[in-house]
């Protein structure tokens, strides 16, 4: 995975059988499936891998409790068979969670408890384990740090967990495992059009400043939030295919909320569920459901979103955190594809995702999730065979092992994310064994492996998605990020003016991420 290398094929390859556009999960499943089957694929990212909404879920993979209630079931079921999948093919990064809902009464115990065992029978033999009603006893042993008071039972059941950041590397690590490509901070700025037909695009290099034209058989737009300005390239009487809704996550310490096991509000005051989540060590609590117009790479989080978040835990932990308490608090837009009913509630689109094939043969992607990105990949190169009467090829991703795939590694390793990659983290340690933080788990062999590997080019690339430090603790990221700096100056070769220039903009896009104490 190496830009010098990719920029080479660009100059070099005369046409693509499939360029991707968008290195978000999207995009990354579609590249995975289009390479899998042989295609020449070449994917395409304005910014870093993830950049924009797939770094910023609830990092559930799951069936989705929330769209059984809508009586979405047929979501649900292509979730779970998907969770189930992941769970195999990169079990170095999806783990089997435990969740309670905690229950108040006879009636709350028997709708949780019948919902539960319908969404484990939905999984069928994918499920991840049995639901079931546990005591109010059982339930203050296992989440110590909720509120005792009138408790009744809970019901416990089982999701899946992941890293969504480094799921989204290890993906693009699999386009090159499978002979495609891909690249970031490439954007595309224009598409190349003969007889009205998309047949090409014009990128940006936003590292040199430098254009390219490519030519590609098939063009995808995986571009999630930012679809619509795709569509606008290529065709400015479009209609706004996107409703983006916002929702914030935000971390505190694990004190809060000791042990493993994740806590599931099922019915907020705004009618949505909310987690309390264990997560490389500090609670995850999230998330909201908020439209927005504006549709930006760095969306901040809202007064009235952390607000909610701190409100709504009050109700639930013994020791009630306080805005002074969050490490940092991240936002994200969901690509949801807008209902033909303008009036319709962001939180009741469907999450199901839809292919639209423009008349100038644009294929593009809209709404979907993360647990969902292999089907969506499937589903795009099917419809790409079909639609340009291509020989059909079978799909074997379900079976795929995802780059750092291993079944050999010990959880409670800080470097378990990397996988099978983690003997060679391990190996640059021998001579590189420097622990930057007493509060993060971050090594500079990570740095140069990150620099070296995994495509990073910027401190915010090491510091939000190759480590999650940035949504772990934004504070001390900024104490580190001089650090990072200094060691990608000296992996980069890159001289003194680039890494005082890397800390601004560091420090510009980290300060989104602490909160103000005084609001
Ligand atoms: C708060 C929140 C919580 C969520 N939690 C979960 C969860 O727990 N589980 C789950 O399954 N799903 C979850 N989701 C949904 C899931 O995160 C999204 O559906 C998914 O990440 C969308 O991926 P994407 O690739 O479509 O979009 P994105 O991640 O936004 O990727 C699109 C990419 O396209 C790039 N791009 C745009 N324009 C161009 C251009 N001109 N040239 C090149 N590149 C371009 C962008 O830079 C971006 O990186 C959540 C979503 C939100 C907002």
Redesign the pocket.
């Known amino acids: 995975m190496n830009r010098e290398v990719v920029i080479d094929k660009i100059k070099s390859i005369e046409a693509w059988d499939v360029i991707v ?9 579609i590249a995975v499936e289009s390479a899998n089957r042989g295609y020449a694929t070449l994917l ?19 069936g ?1 409790v929330r769209y059984l209630a809508q009586g979405n079931l047929s979501l649900v079921r292509e ?1 779970s068979v998907e969770r189930g999948l992941l769970t195999k093919n990169a079990p170095h990064l999806v783990k089997n969670k435990t969740f309670i809902i905690p229950v108040y009464n006879w009636w709350s115990r028997l709708k949780y408890t019948l919902g539960l065992k319908l969404y484990d029978w939905i999984a069928g033999r994918l499920s991840l384990g049995s639901s079931v009603f546990i005591s109010r006893k059982k339930v203050l042993e296992k989440l110590p740090g909720i509120i005792s008071k009138n408790l009744f039972g809970g019901v416990l059941y089982h999701d899946g967990q992941f890293d ?1 950041a480094r799921l989204a590397i290890n993906l693009a690590q699999t386009i090159f495992d499978n002979g495609g490509y891909a690249i970031n901070y ?4 224009d598409l190349i059009k003969e007889n009205k037909k998309v047949c090409g695009i014009k ?1 940006l290099d936003k590292k040199t400043n430098e254009n390219y034209i490519l030519q590609s058989k098939a063009m995808i737009n ?6 619509d ?2 569509l606008q ?1 290529d065709s400015s009487e479009t209609k706004k295919y996107i409703a983006a ?5 935000l971390v505190l310490d694990k004190k809060f909320f000791s042990g493993d096991n994740a806590l599931m509000i099922p019915e907020t005051s705004d009618g949505r569920v909310l987690f309390i989540v264990p997560w490389h060590g500090k609670l995850l609590l ?3 459901d908020t439209p927005v117009k504006n549709i930006s ?1 760095e969306p901040v989080a809202f007064e009235n979103e952390i607000d909610f978040i701190l409100r709504t835990a009050k109700d639930y932990l013994t020791v009630m955190p306080t805005r002074k308490d969050v490490l940092s608090v991240f ?5 949801l594809a807008a209902p033909e009913e303008e009036e319709k509630k962001t939180k009741e689109i469907s ?1 199901s995702h839809k292919i639209l094939v423009s008349s100038s043969g644009l294929f593009s ?1 809209l ?7 292999r089907k969506m990949g499937e589903d795009m190169i099917d419809k790409v065979e079909k639609e340009l009467h291509w020989k059909h090829i079978s799909s074997s991703t379900a079976l795929l092992h995802i780059h750092g795939y291993t079944n050999q590694f010990n959880e409670n390793d800080v470097f378990s994310f990397y996988g099978s990659d983690e003997i060679f983290i391990k190996k640059i340690m021998n001579e590189n064994n420097e622990w930057l933080s007493e509060k993060l788990p971050i090594n500079k062999a990570q740095i140069i492996w990150a620099v070296k590997e995994e495509m990073a080019q910027t401190v915010e690339d090491v510091l939000s998605r190759r480590t999650r430090c940035l949504l772990l603790d934004a504070k001390e990221s900024i104490r580190i990020a001089p650090i990072v700096a200094a060691i990608m100056m000296n992996e980069m070769n890159e001289d003194e003016t680039w890494m005082n220039d890397e800390i601004k903009k560091f420090n510009a896009i980290a300060k989104n991420y602490l909160i103000d104490i005084d609001s």
């Open positions: 556009i968008g290195g978000g999960a999207t995009g990354l499943g395409v990212e304005q910014s870093d891998f993830a950049k924009s909404t797939s770094s910023k879920s609830t990092k559930l993979v799951h989705g979730a969504d490439m954007q595309v700025v990128i995986a571009t999630g939030v930012f679809a300005d795709i390239m809704s916002q929702g914030i996550h999230g998330t909201t790479l936002a994200g837009l969901r690509p999450r992607m709404g979907g999730k993360w647990t969902t990105y």
